[in-house]
């Protein structure tokens, strides 16, 4: 009697669970995404500070420009970062990240240079301190 009382308890809990979650289970918010709006929604702000704690480093960049080693270097740079070679305020507006399903761990968001040209990558990783902001390239270099 006991077994058939818990095996009733646990089906009454499993059908209240799914009913709560609409008949489908519970999705999990995306956090590459929630990290997009975070960022994107930091560089648009001019929110030096965030981006720098979204950011891993050393910074890669573009061939033939220096890394970017360390936080302090990032604040004094951060102009070349994102105003250079394009405007990401802009770009990051309408962008969307393209996630190659090979990588579901890295993300790009591609911006235009001054020709218009897509050829600026932006490029953000998973790491194990959640996802952050890795590299600058800029593919016609």
């Known amino acids: 009697m006991k077994r058939f009382l818990v095996l009733f308890m646990l089906l009454l809990l499993g059908v209240a669970a ?3 979650a609409g008949g489908r289970p519970a999705r999990k918010p995306d956090s590459m995404q929630i ?3 975070n960022f ?14 979204l950011t891993r480093f050393p910074l890669e960049l573009s061939y033939g420009v220096p890394v970017i080693k360390n936080r302090s270097e990032f604040l ?9 070679q394009s405007d990401a305020v802009q770009c990051f507006a309408k962008a969307k990240p393209e996630i190659d399903a090979a ?5 790009t968001v591609a ?9 600026v990558i932006y490029h953000f ?3 194990r301190m959640g996802w952050r ?7 016609n270099e």
Request: charged fraction near 30%; glycine fraction near 6%; proline fraction near 4%.
């Open 18 to 20: 799914i009913a709560t």
């Open 111 to 119: 911006c235009p240079d001054a020709a218009g040209n897509e050829v």
């Open 76 to 84: 004094r740079r951060y102009r070349e970062v994102f105003n250079v």
């Open 40 to 53: 994107k929604k930091s560089v648009s702000a001019g929110k030096k500070q965030t981006v720098a704690g």
């Open 35 to 37: 990290f997009w709006q």
């Open 125 to 127: 990783e998973l790491t």
């Open 103 to 107: 990588k579901p761990k890295e993300f």
């Open 133 to 139: 902001f890795v590299s600058l390239d800029n593919i």
